[in-house]
């Protein structure tokens, strides 16, 4: 996860450059894809799952369904012939996730976790205190409202998450 921060995982980073927040340890992207489906957009996350963890970060996506979940959870496994990425499925905060990277079903803790990827359709509470934060739309209606009610959300909580709009190339 070198370089300048840009619109695609392949060439981007969670890590890289200054958010503009005070705190410098905090950074928050708003990643919308130009396609419309959601394998799309579960294809995205796998991505900067990738980058992240191969930086060092202990990852995590947060989704809303057990189906979800599956589906992350064998995309994970085939994300890249050449990577193995340790994972789980973690469906309560009660039986913690202790991979690396982890698929969970309840939101999760600041302290637990450095790259926090949401795909749910609820914002989990206390983002302001997450190291990083990448929120992941595809270009459906329902989706984009969804995480246009995110963004207002971090805002509110006065981060200013830098926006990657693929949809703009």
């Not at 969670?14 to 705190?23: K, M």
């Not at 302290?111 to 929120?135: M, N």
């Not at 739309?137 to 981060?159: E, S, V």
């Amino acid at each position: 996860m070198q370089g300048k921060p840009s619109a695609s995982p392949e060439t981007g980073s969670l890590a890289a450059g200054a958010s503009g927040q005070e705190d410098q340890n905090q950074r928050y992207w708003f990643h919308i894809l130009a396609q419309n489906t959601s394998a799309a957009r579960n294809l995205h996350a796998a991505k900067l799952v990738d980058k992240a963890w191969q930086q060092g970060d202990r990852v995590c996506i947060v989704c809303d369904s057990e189906e979800h979940a599956s589906e992350l959870d064998d995309l994970l496994w085939n994300v890249s012939p050449d990577a193995f990425i340790p994972h789980s499925i973690a469906r309560e905060p009660a039986a913690p996730c202790d991979d690396p990277v982890g698929i969970l079903l309840y939101p999760p803790t600041a302290a637990d976790w450095d790259t926090i990827i949401v795909l749910s359709a609820k914002l989990p509470a206390g983002a302001h205190q997450y190291r990083r934060l990448a929120l992941v739309a595809h270009n459906d209606p329902d989706i984009l409202n969804q995480a246009r009610g995110h963004y207002k959300q971090l805002r509110q909580l006065g981060i200013e998450a830098r926006v990657h709009d693929m949809r703009k190339r």
